[in-house]
């Protein structure tokens, strides 16, 4: 899936990507259980809109592979 190359928000073309960024930090919450492992932190980009200041996460297709709905940490949306 692209990336909408304008902001969902505002609609500005101003934005700014930073790519590999670990899911579970030391001090902070696994933002996407069950994609990390013991040693390895899944891992997901960041877009930011410098407009308005939307953010926005994508996992890695890696990271993605690794979480399940089946597992009970993860619920389908309906």
Known sequence: MAIAK??????STDLL????????GGYG???LPGASG????GKMKAVVCKNCGLIRYFASK??????????GRWDRLL
Request: glycine residues 4%.
């Open 17 to 24: 990507v930073q790519n590999g960024i670990d899911t579970r």
């Open 6 to 11: 304008n902001c969902s928000e505002c609609d």
């Open 62 to 71: 890696e990271a993605l592979s690794k979480i399940a709905a089946k597992d």
């Open 38 to 41: 013991v040693f390895v932190s």
């Open 29 to 31: 919450p696994d933002l």
